[in-house]
């Protein structure tokens, strides 16, 4: 994604911190950053060859051996290109760039995609990398068209871009995933492309504050409109939480991320007043564990004995870093020395693969949609993303 690495310096090199008891170094932990690039080259050549050519990773389930994989619709299609992207970017390793460019290639067909709202995930986490790294002309051509296919979703009397088509289960659905895939519209209209996706993007990201927050700042998963009905709000609700008013984690992580990206592209101070109260819920919450992993959902039954969300740990660590750099003070260390315990739990045995295992991915124990029994304590194509793009970010700071 563009312009994501040059994030101010915001720490001395030799600050220490405690994970689980154990004191360690920023530089420790720079070291086990490069280790842990370095078995992203081999394990990400490990799953580019268990990948058929026209397919992408979708998960893997340590428990039964095996790997599900996806074609280009699915709304985790682009992360495997991105991270072969970022993993080249880092690595600069020949056989990474070849896997990178063909899988990337395969993602093409994509920008005229309108069927729901992750252009973004899809295209700007795949296309917005490999543009930035190679300034390729013909990728900014498929970023500004997949921008335009995202920009045909948003429905003016609900001020929002629609998440998902109606079905059965929603009329008109808005989910707080959604804010990732504004930095897609923003970035375009910010390089000389249409400023109607920014204003579309502002306005989203402004309805979303009004509308989709708890007064405690924790977000509601999905908001379901009636657009038949003058763009009625019919309920909150959940899809992937424990319940309807619940502090789904991965959620949380997806609103402090969109909100810190917005006040990037923006530079509208309210972004940034935003993404301050959700770290706020996230960090300040009494069933968040001491070693930065969130329980699949803030308000689950049975905390502590439920499943963990590698994922949720990993995208706030990204986005904790990026918000270090526009805070100052006792704040902005608390949000590095907070995505540095993430990081140093992810590298841990106990979530990070050995050589070899867990089908080429690097992250175990992750929660896709634990409600509908889908993707539970599997390997994840975003959490791979989002962990190493922390680990860059924390390398381009130190």
């Known amino acids: 994604m563009m312009m994501k690495l040059s994030i101010p310096l915001m720490l001395v090199l030799g600050c220490m911190l405690s994970v689980n008891g154990q004191t360690i170094s920023g530089a420790a932990l720079k070291t086990q950053i490069r280790s842990n690039m370095e078995l992203a080259v081999t394990q990400y050549k490990l799953l580019d060859r268990s990948v058929p050519a026209d397919r992408m990773p979708q998960h893997f389930d340590e428990k039964t051996g095996k790997l599900k994989t996806s074609d280009i619709t699915w709304w985790c299609s682009g992360f495997f290109p ?16 070849k896997a990178a460019d063909a899988r990337l290639k395969l993602m093409e067909p994509m920008k005229h995609f309108t069927g729901n709202h992750d252009l973004g ?38 001020q929002s871009i629609q998440s998902w088509d109606s079905s059965k289960n929603f009329t008109c659905a808005i989910i707080v995933d959604n804010m990732m895939n504004l930095e897609l519209l923003t970035w375009v209209s910010n390089n000389g492309g249409d400023p109607r996706f920014r204003d579309i993007a502002v ?5 979303t504050i009004e509308r989709q927050f708890r007064p405690d700042n924790a977000a509601y998963h999905v908001l379901d409109y009636s657009l038949a009905n ?24 997806w609103a402090l991320y969109g909100y810190t990206v917005m006040y990037r592209m923006t530079n509208d101070k309210k972004y940034l007043d935003q993404a301050h109260k959700i770290a706020a819920f996230i960090l300040n919450h009494p069933r968040l564990p001491k070693d930065g992993i969130p329980y699949w959902d803030f308000d689950a039954p049975g905390i502590p004995n439920v499943l963990r969300d590698a994922s ?47 089908g080429g991915f690097l992250l175990k124990h992750n929660v896709g949609a634990l409600p509908l029994k889908g993707e539970v304590d599997v390997a994840l194509t975003y959490a791979d993303y989002y962990f190493i793009e922390a680990m860059l970010r924390y390398l381009a700071v130190k």
């Open 82 to 97: 991105g991270t072969l992207w970022y993993i080249y970017e880092y690595s600069k390793n020949a056989d990474i760039l």
């Open 230 to 253: 003058g763009g009625k709000l019919l309920r909150k609700t959940t899809w992937q939480g424990a319940h309807d008013t619940s502090a789904w984690a991965r959620g949380q992580s």
């Open 312 to 358: 949720a740990g990993s995208i706030m660590a990204s986005a904790l870093i990026e918000l270090s750099g526009f805070t100052k003070g006792k704040m902005k260390d608390k949000y590095m020395r907070t995505a540095e315990t993430i990081l140093t739990t992810l590298s841990s045995e106990t979530y990070l693969a050995k050589p070899g295992t867990n």
């Open 121 to 158: 995930f899809m295209m700007y986490c795949s296309y917005g990398n490999a543009f930035r790294i190679t300034g390729e002309p013909s990728y900014r051509k498929t970023i500004d068209t997949a921008a335009m296919s995202l920009a045909t979703r948003y429905r003016p009397s609900i």
């Open 203 to 207: 306005t989203h990201a402004n309805t």
